[in-house]
């Protein structure tokens, strides 16, 4: 029975994976089993399935290929859930009709847990005049707000918030609203956002040019092209959003630039997709793959990866014919093309393994050979997959071979698609790893840099009791077994450490081999001066990347863990920070703090009185029970029911402030009523408010319209250094920016999904 590499890798695997009945019971007894589940599912629209299952369980085996999330946890559970990561949905009329369609085509897709990226740029301005209604148009980010709010109800598969992105190009009028959205803490929280940047763009900055705003051929507004470029720049090095997208590149190097054009991508921009279009990812462990790790000659053999890749390509492909979508739409897309986004991670470990420093020329020039072998060998499995069951059904031999990466493809593999044809239109891609690198080990996560070299984690017991664990990374975890407590070569660093332009490099060097994109984040320090962050978005211009991301922790983003480059020390918490993780709802003391608000709702004879009793960790009261009382018998079974669920919602402890969120967007069909000044569209409403009055007054939010904050009488982790956010999933401060995606250290949850 394989033996886990660290006790977080099978938490998450129990957690996440691990198949288990409705009941809870476990089906999967052993991770093996979990491997077998997968290994047999995808191989049933093979003609010799039993072998091809044998053969998918062995790179399975030992998390050498690691599929994807979704894939790992629904293959061969019967479940009514998609395997594919993410999808661009079709492109949205500018009508209310078509609008409200689309609407309800995302609400269906994030349901069987898939991530949708939408372009909003087909909607017309606000202001702009509706002939039909004789009115004027509310604009996309209107529209963008009625999305949000749709995905705060739906929750995915695997009891994950859906994930969505939003795209919006640098021309529509509504480019400065759309670009500021999210210096509003409390509105479009389930979105990340990107601007759709243009070549043309582009050099309007470069050259000092004036640029038009427009929408349908009509100009709305001439901007100075540089203001605006300063705009999106200072938005992103102050709120982490909005991210970049170099659309005309995307399409220019696209292998299917012939029969379709992309204007959006998932939610975390690894998967340009056309409307309706559909990845699902998977990742070659190269954490995995090097022979003799730390010793001279170390090297990860070519046949070995070759022969991984392959068999890597052929299950991804079977999960196009056995994967459920959510809609028709994206099945027939997905078979058309066949896309498959297969990618990385532990790439920074293995370069440890192999003594090159991430973000030296070395280890990019080591980074751009590995990718170009993946990217070799998947070419010519797919070809093979061809000869064997088909070309993929739009696939046009001389467009093909003239587009995206094709031009740059060996030319033994242009002469074998040519002879043979290709079965996956776009075959490779880098995704959040996060979780599924957790569960393979802690492995350094896509193409990052190592995160930290370790960290303590806290699980908080049913008794109130911690229990402690380190979380060490893979890589240093081989070199403390292999060589004790010696240091750390210089060559080690991590991702706090690492200069800006040590990041592009390595996400340059990696996209020349990838036809879709890549996720990542380029992490600056706190204390990057404007023009040197501005810097950093045209070096990934000019070097070729398909988009850039950025994180420059503050106080309006919240910082991050961080370790020293030159010591693999373990972080230490103190006992003030530890509000993390319940294993199970805790106890009820005996006797609790509390406070008790009377509510008086206009044009109801009876007051409502709300009480939030607190729990007090280390000297901090944290919510734990809501008891609401009222003398009208109308409210008594809905607030009974409510109170029951917010207290069972409090009791599991972690980032519990989106229930405060979620019950002040609630709105009553009949109206809301104005109290104190200001309009609550509904009783409910009023009862969030009052709960979040509460939170405020005790410390455990930072004010009004505020996610949770830290706790504000703990003491910093790290040796100073301020912490992350709190989870919303396991409450743990360990929130990261990876690969353009808020992900938790400690349980694996991620924004993206």
Same mark, same amino acid.
């Given at each position: $029975?394989?033996?886990?590499? &660290?006790?977080?890798?099978?938490?998450?695997?129990?957690?996440?994976?691990?198949?288990?009945?409705?009941?809870?019971?476990?089906?999967?007894?052993?991770?093996?089993?979990?491997?077998?589940?997968?290994?047999?599912?995808?191989?049933?629209?093979?003609?010799? /399935?039993?072998?091809?299952?044998?053969?998918?369980?062995?790179?399975?085996?030992?998390?050498?290929?690691?599929?994807?999330?979704?894939?790992?946890?629904?293959?061969?559970?019967?479940?009514?859930?998609?395997?594919?990561?993410?999808?661009?949905?079709?492109?949205?009329?500018?009508?209310?009709?078509?609008?409200?369609? $689309?609407?309800?085509?995302?609400?269906?897709?994030?349901?069987?847990?898939?991530?949708?990226?939408?372009?909003?740029?087909?909607?017309? /301005?606000?202001?702009?005049?509706?002939?039909?209604?004789?009115?004027?148009?509310?604009?996309?980010?209107?529209?963008?707000?009625?999305?949000?709010?749709?995905?705060?109800?739906?929750?995915?598969?695997?009891?994950?918030?859906?994930?969505?992105?939003?795209?919006?190009?640098?021309?529509?009028?509504?480019?400065?609203?759309?670009?500021?959205?999210?210096?509003?803490? &409390?509105?479009?929280?389930?979105?990340?956002?990107?601007?759709?940047?243009?070549?043309?763009?582009?050099?309007?900055?470069?050259?000092?040019?004036?640029?038009?705003?427009?929408?349908?051929?009509?100009?709305?507004?001439?901007?100075?092209?540089?203001?605006?470029?300063?705009?999106?720049?200072?938005?992103?090095?102050?709120?982490?959003?909005?991210?970049?997208?170099?659309?005309?590149?995307?399409?220019?190097?696209?292998?299917?630039?012939?029969?379709?054009?992309?204007?959006?991508?998932?939610?975390?921009?690894?998967?340009?997709?056309?409307?309706?279009?559909?990845?699902?990812?998977?990742?070659?462990?190269?954490?995995?793959?090097?022979?003799?790790?730390?010793?001279?000659?170390?090297?990860?053999?070519?046949?070995?990866?070759?022969?991984?890749?392959?068999?890597?390509?052929?299950?991804?492909?079977?999960?196009?014919?056995?994967?459920?979508?959510?809609?028709?739409?994206?099945?027939?897309?997905?078979?058309?093309?066949?896309?498959?986004?297969?990618?990385?991670?532990?790439?920074?470990?293995?370069?440890?393994?192999?003594?090159?420093?991430?973000?030296?020329?070395?280890?990019?020039?080591?980074?751009?050979?590995?990718?170009?072998?993946?990217?070799?060998?998947?070419?010519?499995?797919?070809?093979?997959?061809?000869?064997?069951?088909?070309?993929?059904?739009?696939?046009?031999?001389?467009?093909?071979?003239?587009?995206?990466?094709?031009?740059?493809?060996?030319?033994?593999?242009?002469?074998?698609?040519?002879?043979?044809?290709?079965?996956?239109?776009?075959?490779?891609?880098?995704?959040?790893?996060?979780?599924?690198?957790?569960?393979?080990?802690?492995?350094?996560?896509?193409?990052? /840099?190592?995160?930290?070299?370790?960290?303590?984690?806290?699980?908080?017991?049913?008794?109130?009791?911690?229990?402690?664990?380190?979380?060490?990374?893979?890589?240093?975890? $081989?070199?403390?077994?292999?060589?004790?407590?010696?240091?750390?070569?210089?060559?080690?660093?991590?991702?706090?450490?690492?200069? /800006?332009?040590?990041?592009?490099? $390595?996400?340059?060097?990696?996209?020349?081999?990838?036809?879709?994109?890549?996720?990542?984040?380029?992490?600056?320090?706190?204390?990057?001066?404007?023009?040197?962050?501005?810097?950093?978005?045209?070096?990934?211009?000019?070097?070729?990347?398909?988009?850039?991301?950025?994180?420059?922790?503050?106080?309006?983003?919240?910082?991050?863990?961080?370790?020293?480059?030159?010591?693999?020390?373990?972080?230490?918490?103190?006992?003030?920070?530890?509000?993390?993780?319940?294993?199970?709802?805790?106890?009820?003391?005996?006797?609790?703090?509390?406070?008790?608000?009377?509510?008086?709702?206009?044009?109801?004879?009876?007051?409502?009185?709300?009480?939030?009793?607190?729990?007090?960790?280390?000297?901090?009261?944290?919510?734990?029970?809501?008891?609401?009382?009222?003398?009208?018998?109308?409210?008594?079974?809905?607030?009974?029911?409510?109170?029951?669920?917010?207290?069972?919602?409090?009791?599991?402890?972690?980032?519990?402030?989106?229930?405060?969120?979620?019950?002040? &967007?609630?709105?009553?069909?009949?109206?809301?009523?104005?109290?104190?000044?200001?309009?609550?569209?509904?009783?409910?409403?009023?009862?969030?408010?009052?709960?979040?009055?509460?939170?405020?007054?005790?410390?455990?939010?930072?004010?009004?319209?505020?996610?949770?904050?830290?706790?504000?009488?703990?003491?910093?982790?790290?040796?100073?250094?301020?912490?992350?956010?709190?989870?919303?999933?396991?409450?743990?401060?360990?929130?990261?920016?990876?690969?353009?995606?808020?992900?938790?250290?400690?349980?694996?949850?991620?924004?993206?999904?």
């Amino acid at each position: $029975m394989t033996r886990f590499a &660290a006790p977080i890798a099978e938490q998450i695997w129990d957690m996440k994976y691990r198949f288990k009945s409705s009941h809870g019971a476990p089906v999967d007894v052993t991770v093996e089993d979990t491997w077998r589940r997968i290994a047999t599912d995808l191989s049933k629209v093979e003609q010799t /399935p039993e072998i091809w299952a044998e053969n998918f369980y062995a790179a399975l085996e030992d998390f050498k290929f690691l599929p994807a999330g979704r894939i790992t946890a629904g293959a061969g559970t019967a479940r009514k859930v998609t395997l594919f990561n993410c999808f661009v949905m079709g492109t949205i009329p500018d009508d209310m009709a078509g609008i409200f369609d $689309m609407l309800r085509e995302a609400a269906l897709t994030m349901q069987q847990g898939g991530g949708i990226g939408y372009d909003f740029s087909t909607i017309r /301005p606000c202001g702009a005049f509706v002939k039909g209604v004789a009115a004027d148009a509310s604009g996309p980010l209107s529209f963008m707000d009625v999305w949000d709010a749709m995905c705060r109800t739906i929750m995915s598969a695997g009891s994950r918030r859906g994930a969505m992105m939003a795209t919006l190009r640098c021309d529509h009028p509504d480019i400065e609203a759309f670009i500021s959205a999210k210096s509003d803490a &409390a509105r479009l929280r389930m979105f990340n956002v990107s601007v759709l940047i243009s070549d043309a763009f582009m050099t309007a900055v470069q050259n000092g040019d004036s640029w038009d705003l427009q929408f349908d051929g009509k100009v709305y507004q001439t901007v100075d092209a540089c203001e605006l470029w300063d705009k999106i720049m200072r938005s992103t090095y102050e709120y982490a959003e909005p991210g970049v997208i170099f659309i005309d590149r995307i399409n220019q190097n696209n292998n299917l630039r012939y029969c379709e054009t992309i204007a959006a991508t998932n939610p975390c921009g690894e998967q340009p997709l056309p409307p309706y279009g559909a990845c699902l990812l998977g990742s070659i462990n190269l954490s995995r793959l090097v022979t003799t790790p730390f010793e001279a000659g170390a090297e990860i053999d070519s046949a070995t990866l070759a022969d991984l890749v392959a068999t890597a390509v052929r299950m991804m492909d079977n999960v196009v014919d056995t994967s459920k979508f959510p809609l028709e739409a994206q099945a027939q897309e997905a078979r058309n093309k066949r896309r498959i986004g297969l990618g990385v991670t532990g790439l920074a470990d293995a370069l440890l393994m192999v003594g090159l420093r991430y973000g030296s020329d070395a280890g990019a020039a080591q980074t751009e050979a590995w990718l170009h072998a993946i990217a070799r060998a998947a070419y010519l499995a797919s070809v093979d997959l061809a000869k064997e069951k088909g070309a993929f059904p739009l696939f046009d031999v001389d467009p093909y071979l003239d587009s995206g990466t094709m031009q740059l493809m060996d030319e033994d593999v242009r002469d074998a698609i040519r002879r043979d044809g290709i079965r996956n239109a776009l075959l490779t891609s880098i995704a959040p790893t996060g979780t599924i690198s957790l569960y393979a080990g802690n492995v350094s996560s896509g193409i990052e /840099p190592v995160f930290a070299y370790s960290y303590r984690r806290k699980v908080l017991q049913k008794d109130g009791s911690r229990t402690e664990e380190e979380v060490v990374d893979y890589a240093v975890q $081989m070199w403390r077994d292999k060589f004790g407590d010696t240091a750390l070569p210089d060559y080690f660093v991590n991702a706090q450490t690492l200069a /800006p332009a040590d990041h592009v490099k $390595m996400q340059a060097a990696a996209q020349k081999w990838i036809d879709s994109s890549i996720s990542k984040t380029i992490n600056c320090p706190e204390d990057i001066d404007f023009e040197t962050f501005k810097d950093v978005y045209l070096q990934a211009y000019t070097l070729g990347c398909k988009g850039c991301t950025t994180y420059r922790p503050n106080a309006v983003t919240g910082s991050v863990l961080s370790v020293s480059e030159t010591s693999d020390a373990t972080p230490e918490a103190d006992q003030g920070a530890d509000v993390i993780y319940m294993s199970e709802p805790l106890d009820r003391p005996q006797t609790l703090e509390g406070n008790t608000y009377k509510l008086k709702w206009p044009n109801s004879e009876h007051a409502i009185y709300v009480t939030v009793n607190d729990l007090v960790i280390n000297g901090a009261r944290r919510p734990f029970e809501v008891f609401i009382n009222s003398k009208n018998m109308e409210h008594f079974a809905w607030t009974v029911g409510l109170t029951r669920m917010i207290s069972a919602v409090f009791r599991r402890g972690g980032d519990v402030s989106f229930v405060v969120e979620e019950l002040k &967007a609630v709105f009553d069909p009949r109206g809301g009523a104005w109290v104190q000044g200001k309009y609550i569209p509904s009783i409910l409403a009023a009862i969030g408010g009052v709960i979040e009055q509460h939170m405020v007054a005790t410390g455990f939010l930072a004010g009004e319209g505020m996610a949770l904050k830290a706790d504000p009488k703990a003491q910093a982790v790290n040796f100073g250094a301020p912490q992350g956010a709190a989870c919303p999933s396991c409450g743990a401060y360990e929130m990261q920016m990876k690969e353009g995606c808020m992900t938790c250290g400690s349980c694996g949850h991620s924004k993206c999904g």
